[in-house]
């Protein structure tokens, strides 16, 4: 068990629709990332926020967004969901920004439909 | 733009061989760069390897980092089954990206 938590597990939804995917980090770390994996790509580096503030964007489409809020969880969200949006999306967390070990949550499975 | 490409995408081996996996990458301002392994779920963590520590050992699998040639390995000897799984590098400079690659799949047959 890394320590990070994420729900929800499973998520099936369907196309148009938006979704909420939430993280908790582990208890003292300040940095939380979000990768999309889909069935052929590695990791896709979303997004990274540090203390509440957003530092560094990847990939990540207009349609999704996050926020990292005081008590330090954060939350993705995915609109006008598409069939291709199907994917592993996980959140990891570490203590700083200097690219330390990441620790990673069990993932949010979206299946669009 | 930052970019980090493994080598072989996939590997079938017999138990007791040594393999060895390949990660180039290109990043502005490199700091570290991290190994994972990926079994059903959720990545673990392997090795970190930075300026300032190049080289790393557990066991049966150890990684060095060649900064002037951005590249890193990791090995695996006298491989078992339960090695079998996806290996997964990733690197980080200063722009607070921790970039991964598409992972080598590693079969590991009795």
């Known amino acids: 068990d890394s320590g990070v938590t994420q729900t929800p597990k499973h998520l099936i939804t369907a196309t148009g629709q938006r979704v909420t995917l939430r993280c908790s980090p582990r208890?003292?770390?300040?940095?939380v990332y979000w990768y999309q994996q889909s069935l052929d790509q590695g990791l896709q580096f979303l997004i990274h926020?540090?203390?509440?503030?957003?530092?560094a964007k990847g990939n990540i489409l207009e349609r999704f967004s996050a926020q990292q809020f005081p008590d330090l969880h954060s939350e993705l969200n995915l609109s006008s969901l598409e069939l291709g949006d199907s994917a592993l999306y996980f959140c990891?967390?570490?203590?700083?920004?200097?690219?330390?070990?990441?620790?990673f949550g069990e993932g949010s499975r979206l299946t669009v439909l | 733009e930052d970019k980090v490409v493994q080598s072989p995408l996939s590997l079938v081996v017999h138990e007791g061989d040594t393999v060895t996996l390949n990660c180039s990458y290109e990043?502005?301002?490199?700091?570290?760069l991290l190994w994972y392994k990926q079994e059903k779920k959720a990545p673990t963590f392997l090795f970190m390897l930075?300026?300032?520590?190049i080289e790393k050992k557990s066991g049966r699998l150890s990684s060095i980092l060649d900064k002037k040639e951005l590249f890193s390995i990791l090995n695996i000897t006298a491989t078992q089954t339960g090695d079998s799984a996806v290996y997964l590098c990733?690197?980080?400079?200063?722009?607070?990206?921790?970039?991964f690659g598409q992972g080598t799949t590693l079969q590991v047959k009795p």
């Open positions: 930075t300026s300032s520590g």
């Open positions: 926020y540090y203390n509440g503030e957003e530092r």
């Open positions: 208890s003292g770390d300040l940095s």
């Open positions: 990891a967390s570490s203590l700083g920004t200097l690219n330390g070990e990441l620790f």
């Open positions: 990733a690197v980080g400079g200063n722009t607070g990206k921790l970039i």
């Open positions: 990043v502005t301002n490199f700091r570290s």
